[in-house]
C-alpha cells in the first residue's frame, strides 16, 4: 500500500485503501500497523485533522481491530 | 412471347448465382414502352423484371446496364443489340402469392419482361388491412409502395439521409399515411411516440398529436420524467455520478427505506410492502433522502458513551440546508465526530447542487409528480403515462428542442425506460404494448445513441430493439450519421429507408445491412432526389427505389431550407436585438422584452352574446 508521509509527532504516513476499508499507519518508530473497517469519511476527517496524532488516538486507537505488520 | 409481347426484354444470357446477365432486345432501343396506355422507362437502375418459369415468376431487380460487354454467346437471333444489363434475383411468386428467396434458377435464353402495374399488385398483394401507402415507384409514378406496417413496426426500422434529403417530411409522410386520418380504414388506435429533437414535428402532426414539451409554448403540456420512476442505479448515476461500491449501499439502503416508508404510508396498489425493492418505482423524496444522509454525516455527539447529538441548529430539508453540529473536538471531553459516517459528503454536495439546478427541474422537481418530504404525490405515475400513451389522438410528440444537449441523453434514456417498463409489465393488459403496440420515433438518434454519448439512451433503446417485439414496442430510428449510431441498433432495425447520403462512411453503413447481391442498390445513394428512398428489408417485399409522397404544404415540417435569396433580397426591417437576446436567455423562442400586459374586460355588449365564443 502506498503511504503518505504525515507532519506529525508521532505518526510518519499513511495509507488508505478504499475497497477493503484498510487504513495502514508508520510510527516515528517505524513500526506499521493496520487498521480494518475505517470508513472513508474517518479516513477523510484524519487527513484533514490539524493534529493527526490527537485525531488518531481519539478516534482509530481502541476503536478499530488491527495487526501488526511491519 | 418475343415481338409482339411488349414487356419482353430480351433473354438470360448468363447465370451466376443470383446475378443474371440478359440480353436486350432490339425492340427498346427508344428506352420506352408503353402498357395499357403507361409509360414504362426500360433499363433503369432499381426498376424490376420478371422472369416466368412456367407456374412461377422469378422477380428481380436491374443493378447494372451496359452495351457490347456481355459475353457473345449464342443468342436468340435478331435480338443481339449489344445491350445488355445485370439483373439480382430476389424472389418468386407461385400463383397470386410472392415470396422472398429462390426455389430454382432461369436458363439460358428465358425470356425477361417488364414488371407492369399488374404484376407489381401482385407483389405487394392486394393492398391488405396491414399495408401503408408510403408513396410511389421512382421509375413509374402510377404504381403505389405499400410497406407492411407490421414488420415495420415490430423488426424496427430505420430512416437514414443526408440532412436536407427529406427525412422528416419521410417521417411526417409515413407517420400520416399510418395513421390515415382522412381515409376511411384509419388506424384510430394507432399508439406512436415520438422524441423531437429539434421541435420540428409539430406543425406536420400537430392536428393528430398532443404534444408535450420541456419548455412548453401556450396549448402544450410541460414534459415531466419523474425521478423515482427509475432505477436507483439510473437514478444515482444522474444525480451523484460515480460513486464506489460502499457509498452506493449508503445511498441504496436509505432510498429503499424513504420507498418503504412511503408505502407504508401510502399504499400502493398492486405492491406488496414484502416484494418492495430499491428498483420499484415507488415515490420519494430526494430532498429527504439529502437532509437524512448530511444530517447522519455530519452527527457529532457529547456524553460519557458519545452518544447524544450535539446539535446546534436543525436544518431545513425542504429548503436544502444543512444541519449544524458543535464541531468535533479532540480531547477528552468531545463533543465526538460520528464513527459510522459514510465519507459520502461530495456526492450529497453534488446531489444538493443538482436539486437546485434548473436545468434538471423536468426530472428532479416534476411537477405534479413531486413528492412531498413524506412521499404523498398529487399524481400518480398512471396520469403520466396516460397523457403519453392513452389519449384520443394517436401521436404523441415530445417536443425535446428546449432541453441542454448535457441532459438529453439521460433525459431520453429516462422517457424510454418509463415507457419500457410500463408496457413490459402490463404485456397481458389492454393497455400493454402486445395488445396495443407502440411504435417510438427517435429523430436524431446519433445524438444520443452514438458510442460516445454515454449509456443511459443507449441501454433503453437496445433493450427495445433486442426484445421490444415481444412485447409490442417497435423502434423507428431516424438518423443523418448512420455512422455514428450504434452498430447494434443499427443491426436490429428490419426496414431501412434509405434517402440521399453522400458521405462513403455512413453508406458503407448501410450497405452493410443488405445482403451482398442487393449492395450495389446502395450505389445509388448519392443521386437520389430529394425525397427519394430506397427501402430494403422486412417490411418491403422487394427492394425498391420509391418516390415518398409529399405531404400537403400546411403539414410539413418545421425544417425546411431557409430561403436564402428570397430573405437576403428584401429589404431590411428595424430589428430588435433585445429580444433576440431575451429569447437565448430564457432559452424559450417565445421570450419577450416587455409584457403587453393587456387589460382584459368582459364587454357586455347585446350583440356578442349570440356568438357564444
Redesign the interface.
Known amino acids: 500500500m502506498m503511504r503518505e508521509p504525515v507532519a506529525s509527532s508521532n505518526i510518519a504516513s499513511v495509507g488508505y485503501d478504499?475497497?477493503s476499508?484498510t487504513l495502514e499507519v508508520e510510527f516515528q518508530n517505524g513500526t506499521v500497523y493496520q487498521f480494518y473497517n475505517i470508513?472513508?469519511?474517518?479516513?477523510?476527517?484524519f487527513m484533514e485533522?490539524s493534529?493527526k496524532g490527537?485525531?488518531f488516538s481519539?478516534?482509530i486507537k481502541n476503536?478499530y481491530p488491527y495487526s501488526r505488520v511491519g | 412471347m418475343t415481338g409482339s409481347d411488349p414487356t419482353f426484354l430480351g433473354v438470360v444470357s448468363a447465370v451466376t448465382g443470383a446475378t443474371l446477365t440478359i440480353k436486350l432486345a432490339e425492340s427498346l432501343n427508344s428506352g420506352l414502352a408503353v402498357i395499357n396506355g403507361h409509360t414504362y422507362r426500360v433499363g433503369q437502375v432499381g426498376s424490376f423484371v420478371r422472369i416466368p418459369q412456367g407456374y412461377q415468376d422469378l422477380f428481380g431487380i436491374v443493378s447494372e446496364v451496359g452495351a457490347t460487354a456481355a459475353p457473345d454467346t449464342s443468342a436468340a437471333e435478331g435480338i443481339d443489340t449489344g445491350r445488355w444489363m445485370k439483373v439480382q434475383l430476389a424472389g418468386e411468386a407461385i400463383g397470386g402469392m410472392f415470396e422472398r428467396g429462390l426455389s430454382q434458377h432461369p436458363n439460358i435464353n428465358d425470356s425477361v419482361h417488364l414488371v407492369t402495374e399488374l404484376d407489381l399488385r401482385r407483389i405487394y398483394g392486394s393492398g391488405g388491412d396491414d399495408q401503408v401507402v408510403i408513396g410511389s415507384l421512382a421509375s413509374a409514378e402510377n404504381v403505389t409502395v405499400r410497406l407492411s406496417l407490421d414488420a415495420l413496426v415490430t423488426r424496427h426500422s430505420a430512416i437514414l439521409g443526408s440532412t436536407g434529403a427529406g427525412k422528416s417530411t419521410t417521417v411526417a409522410s409515413l407517420l400520416r399515411s399510418i395513421v390515415r386520418k382522412d381515409g376511411q380504414k384509419g388506424a384510430p388506435a394507432a399508439r406512436i411516440l415520438m422524441l423531437d429533437v429539434h421541435g420540428e414535428y409539430t406543425k406536420a402532426l400537430g392536428d393528430l398529436a398532443r404534444v408535450f414539451s420541456a419548455t412548453p409554448a401556450p396549448g402544450e403540456d410541460p414534459l415531466f420524467v419523474p425521478f423515482w420512476a427509475l432505477e436507483a442505479r439510473e437514478l444515482l448515476d444522474f444525480t451523484v455520478g460515480g460513486l464506489?461500491?460502499?457509498?452506493e449501499i449508503a445511498f441504496t439502503d436509505k432510498i429503499f427505506e424513504l420507498k418503504a416508508k412511503c408505502l407504508a404510508a401510502h399504499p400502493l396498489a398492486g405492491l406488496d410492502p414484502k416484494s418492495l425493492t430499491v428498483d420499484s418505482p415507488v415515490p420519494f423524496s430526494l430532498k429527504q433522502l439529502w437532509y437524512e444522509l448530511i444530517d447522519f454525516?455530519t452527527m457529532t455527539f457529547t456524553g460519557a458513551q458519545r452518544d447524544i447529538p450535539a446539535l446546534e441548529q436543525a436544518g431545513d430539508a425542504d429548503a436544502l440546508t444543512s444541519p449544524r453540529y458543535t464541531p468535533h473536538a479532540?480531547?477528552?471531553a468531545g463533543p465526538?465526530?460520528n464513527?459510522?459516517?459514510?465519507?459520502?459528503?461530495r456526492p450529497l454536495n453534488l446531489l444538493r447542487s443538482r436539486l437546485l439546478d434548473r436545468r434538471y427541474d423536468f426530472a428532479l422537481h416534476p411537477g405534479e409528480w413531486e413528492p412531498a418530504l413524506d412521499g404523498g404525490i398529487q399524481s400518480d405515475l398512471d396520469k403520466l403515462l396516460q397523457g403519453w400513451l392513452g389519449h384520443d389522438r394517436q401521436i404523441t410528440i415530445l417536443d425535446l428542442s428546449g432541453v441542454p444537449s448535457s441532459v438529453l441523453t439521460r433525459l431520453i434514456g429516462s422517457i424510454l425506460r418509463v415507457v419500457y417498463e410500463a408496457l413490459f409489465w402490463s404485456r397481458e393488459k389492454s393497455e400493454g404494448g402486445v395488445q396495443r403496440p407502440l411504435l417510438i420515433v427517435m429523430e436524431e438518434a446519433h445524438r444520443y445513441l452514438g458510442p460516445d454519448t454515454g449509456t443511459d439512451a443507449i441501454e433503453a433503446v437496445k433493450r427495445i430493439a433486442k426484445e421490444g417485439r415481444k412485447y409490442g414496442v417497435g423502434a423507428m430510428v431516424v438518423s443523418q450519421r448512420p455512422a455514428e449510431v450504434d452498430e447494434t441498433v443499427l443491426s436490429q432495425c428490419g426496414t431501412v429507408i434509405a434517402l440521399r447520403l453522400s458521405n462513403p462512411v455512413d453508406r458503407s453503413r448501410v450497405k452493410g445491412t443488405l445482403p451482398d447481391n442487393l449492395a450495389g442498390l446502395m450505389d445509388l445513394l448519392p443521386v437520389l432526389r430529394t425525397g427519394e428512398a430506397i427501402i430494403t428489408g422486412e417490411a418491403a417485399r422487394l427492394p425498391v427505389r420509391c418516390r415518398v409522397t409529399l405531404p400537403s404544404a400546411e403539414h410539413l415540417p418545421r425544417s425546411s431550407d431557409p430561403q436564402v435569396t428570397q430573405a437576403w433580397a428584401t429589404r431590411r426591417v428595424a430589428e430588435g436585438y433585445d429580444r433576440v437576446v431575451a429569447s437565448w436567455r430564457g432559452q424559450s423562442t417565445t421570450a419577450v422584452v416587455n409584457e403587453p400586459n393587456i387589460q382584459r374586460s368582459p364587454l357586455a355588449d347585446a350583440e356578442s352574446q349570440g356568438e357564444g365564443a
Open positions: 478504499a475497497p476499508e470508513s472513508q469519511g474517518i479516513y477523510d476527517q485533522a493534529s490527537k485525531f481519539t478516534y476503536a | 464506489s461500491d460502499a457509498h454525516e479532540m480531547g477528552a465526538f465526530m464513527n459510522a459516517a459514510k465519507g459520502i459528503r
